[in-house]
């Protein structure tokens, strides 16, 4: 079955740096495109950058862009997000998700068209 692993999160002093890995076993990783989401307590969950399968485009959320950067290594079966100037409003668990379908060739930020899920890496930003 389709399995989805993050690692990389943990507390960083604001400003600092993360690099968030996603591995994924059980899925022919390079023809779907992959998002990262997250959520913070008593917040919903957002889109936070997405990626095609062949990594050619890409989506961020307004609150990240210019800082975050998502890329993607299929002989890997990974996915990664580099998060840069990290701010204390970036504290949330952050997700690693598959798009539904294997045929979309845009990428879009809709949670409802992920399939599945990691189990989620805490990123705390300390102020």
């Known amino acids: 079955q389709v399995q989805l692993v993050e690692s990389g999160g943990g507390l960083v002093q604001a400003g600092g740096s993360l690099r968030l890995s996603c591995v994924a076993s059980?899925?022919?990783?390079?023809?779907?495109?992959m998002a990262w989401f997250r959520q913070a307590p008593g917040k919903e969950r957002e889109a936070v950058a997405a990626?095609?399968?062949?990594?050619?485009?890409?989506f961020y959320a307004e609150s990240v862009k210019g800082r975050f950067t998502i890329s993607r290594d299929n002989a890997k079966n990974t996915v990664y997000l580099q998060m840069n100037s990290l701010k204390s409003e970036d504290t949330a668990v952050y997700y690693c998700?598959?798009?539904?379908?294997?045929?979309?060739?845009?990428?879009?930020?809709?949670?409802?068209?992920?399939?599945?899920w990691g189990q989620g890496t805490q990123v705390t930003v300390s102020s």
């Open positions: 990626i095609s399968r062949n990594g050619m485009n890409k």
């Open positions: 998700a598959r798009d539904r379908s294997s045929l979309r060739v845009v990428v879009v930020p809709q949670s409802g068209e992920y399939d599945y």
């Open positions: 059980g899925v022919i990783f390079g023809v779907y495109n």
